[in-house]
């Protein structure tokens, strides 16, 4: 899950990490009187949706004085913000951070990510903080600093100094560093984060450390410990679909294909859209029902795939154990009924009780396509997706 930047940057003054005082508005008549309280100039004008790279699509201005800021607001407010990281369709801007502007000397790159393949944290800096962080990445990536942090032992002097040193930091500001850095572990393992970023990290004439940006993700298989984090939420920066999915108790990310599939298990989920991808055609989606779905979850899966009007065949591909064979079989011939399906359905399943579910589909009377093999399901996908091509 992940949160506003200003939602971030609350959190993180809570583990002592400097951020610019701000105030968040969602319509200029409020962002009005924010400005004329703060009263002091500039301010920075920044658009709150999940994504970054807002400087170059015009989500985040400068205001040196009240015209200024309250212009940028009347702007960013309502627009559809177009960034490397929203895709050419854009989000839409509810809300504005009105933030203070501080003076710089210069600017710095800092993440925290957890590092799967060395089940491990991983410290990422750079000196060259700032727009571009990705580029610089690619083209010099002698700039980046990598520190590997063994959980089970914790973050320990000689990570913070080869951070420090590794960014060229003058001696007299190591300790504020550390601080900052102890700051960010903290809070990265006490709400279990996938990922921190701090960009820019700004080091202030005054020779201090401000979060200048902050992003976080958090791991959505550890909210149940953190139910305060739910609060955060904001409804308007996700998919209506995985909004509607969630509330269901279904697992759904939406997709650029046009084969909708629905499966049981995230990593059946995964081996099947390699499948469809290997046949020569594309997943439209990713739909992990669960073990324990009930007959009403599978309808509103597919209720969910044919939301999508792309979608031109539908994959069920389950192994029944908990949901048995028979309970998957009931649910999609009472979906096709429903929602009278006009894309070809093709079945496969395995498992528990998948002879009385074969009998169930076979005995509906409707145009339901069943394979028991994944060789078969693979054959029929490849067909339509040729079709499609012809």
């Known amino acids: 899950m992940k949160i506003h930047e200003y939602q971030t940057k609350e959190l993180l003054r809570q583990f002592g990490v400097f951020a610019p005082g701000g105030e968040v508005a969602e319509t200029v008549d409020a962002v009005r009187a924010i400005v004329a309280r703060r009263a002091s100039f500039p301010l920075v004008v920044k658009a709150q949706v999940h994504a970054g790279g807002r400087g170059k699509g015009g989500g985040v201005q400068v205001a040196r004085d009240f015209d200024e800021a309250v212009d940028a607001a009347k702007a960013i407010l309502g627009m559809s913000l177009v960034t490397p990281q929203t895709g050419p369709e854009g989000k839409t801007v509810h809300k504005v951070l009105i933030e203070d502007g501080i003076d710089i000397s210069r600017e710095l790159y800092l993440s925290l990510v957890v590092d799967r393949a060395a089940a491990a944290f991983t410290f990422l800096a750079c000196a060259s903080g700032g727009m571009d962080i990705e580029e610089v ?16 032992i914790g973050l320990s002097s000689h990570h913070l100094r080869q951070l420090a040193f590794g960014l060229g930091l003058d001696p007299s500001l190591h300790r504020g560093f550390n601080a900052l850095c102890q700051g960010l572990y903290r809070f990265f393992t006490t709400y279990e984060c996938l990922m921190l970023e701090i960009n820019p990290l700004a080091v202030t004439k005054g020779g201090c450390f401000a979060a200048l940006d902050a992003k976080v993700e958090f791991d959505d298989n550890a909210l149940f410990r953190h139910s ?19 509330s269901a108790g279904l697992n759904y990310i939406g997709m650029a294909g046009d084969i909708g599939n629905m499966v049981n298990g995230a990593g059946l989920a995964m081996a099947t859209m390699d499948m469809i991808k290997q046949a020569g055609a594309e997943p439209a989606n990713f739909l992990d029902v669960g073990g324990g779905a009930s007959a009403e979850m599978v309808e509103q899966g597919f209720r969910l795939i044919l939301r999508e009007p792309k979608v031109k065949a539908i994959l069920v591909n389950i192994f029944g154990g908990i949901l048995r064979c028979d309970v998957l079989a009931r649910g999609v011939v009472e979906a096709a009924r429903r929602t009278a399906i006009a894309v070809p359905v093709i079945v496969r399943m395995e498992g528990t009780n998948v002879d009385e579910g074969r009998r169930i589909l076979i005995e509906s009377g409707l145009n339901l396509v069943t394979v028991s093999g994944l060789e078969q399901a693979a054959a029929a996908i490849a067909g339509i997706a040729v079709g499609g091509r012809s």
Request: cysteine-free; charged content about 45%.
């Open 137 to 152: 990445a690619a083209r010099s990536p002698e700039l980046m600093v990598s520190v590997t942090i063994d959980p089970l």
């Open 228 to 246: 305060e984090l739910l609060e955060l939420r904001d409804p308007d920066e996700e998919p209506e679909l995985e909004r509607e999915a969630r």
